[in-house]
């Protein structure tokens, strides 16, 4: 059971735009910044949004990242087949002397 | 550009220690600011915080395994380190090592992940 809740899948078309939720608590997401990372089967993660919405130089400007009070949002437009991979949003955890926490990740299909 | 590098044991026994090193090319792992984090993700499973080590030495542990784990850090190799004690099968996992850049789950780069297998 992830302390953050992602849904476990979501899909759509090339072009559409997809939003991935990411669901915690006050003293996560509602307290401190919000990251998504990309993970490719058998690769390791790859940061995609960090600071809730910031975006390292060579992701491409299709990914957007939001945060509202406890919970946090990571939206592709322009949908393509190669955004089909797994994504797992992280933040700090205030709690228990504090932690990383990661969500359960949530597989992307493109029809 | 920084690069990681996780090595150690493929293969360990259970009841016995998991033992991993991270190794920093690129750059100095004693630079400054940076936090020199362990992730582990089991088989099929998501990513799971192990911890991480400041470049001052002071480190932090998931809550669930703290008991059992032990980060450090080697600046004359610019090494850090993973240690687990008396892992199981539960403990059978990729394990990665990265870079966080404000200790907030800011995580980059990362480490290619090597898997480690707890059996007999």
């Known amino acids: 059971q992830s302390v953050l809740t992602q849904p476990p899948s979501a899909s759509g078309t090339p072009g559409q735009r997809v939003t991935i939720s990411c669901s915690g608590s006050s003293s996560n997401i509602g307290s401190n910044y919000v990251s998504w990372y990309q993970q490719f089967p058998g690769m390791a993660p790859k940061l995609l949004i960090y600071?809730?919405?910031q975006r390292p130089s060579g992701v491409p400007d299709r990914f957007s990242g939001s945060k509202s009070g406890t919970s946090a949002s990571l939206a592709i437009s322009g949908l393509r087949y190669e955004d089909e991979s797994d994504y797992y949003c992280s933040t700090w955890d205030d709690s228990l002397s504090g932690h990383v926490v990661f969500g359960g990740g949530t597989k992307l299909t493109v029809l | 550009q920084v690069q990681l590098q996780e090595s150690g044991p493929g293969l360990v026994k259970p009841s016995q220690t998991l033992s991993l090193t991270c190794t920093v090319s690129?750059?100095?792992?004693?630079?400054?600011?940076?936090?020199w984090n362990w992730i582990r993700q089991h088989p099929g499973k998501g990513l799971e915080w192990i911890g991480y080590?400041?470049?001052?030495?002071?480190?932090y542990y998931n809550p669930s395994l703290k008991s059992r784990v032990t980060i450090s850090v080697d600046t004359s190799k610019n090494q850090f380190s993973l240690k687990l004690t008396s892992v199981t099968a539960a403990d059978t996992a990729v394990y990665y090592c990265?870079?966080?850049?404000?200790?907030?789950?800011?995580?980059?780069?990362w480490g290619q992940g090597t898997l480690v297998t707890v059996s007999s």
């Open positions: 690129g750059g100095s792992i004693n630079s400054g600011g940076y936090y």
């Open positions: 990265a870079r966080d850049i404000e200790g907030q789950s800011h995580l980059d780069p």
């Open positions: 080590i400041y470049y001052s030495g002071s480190a």
């Open positions: 600071r809730n919405s």
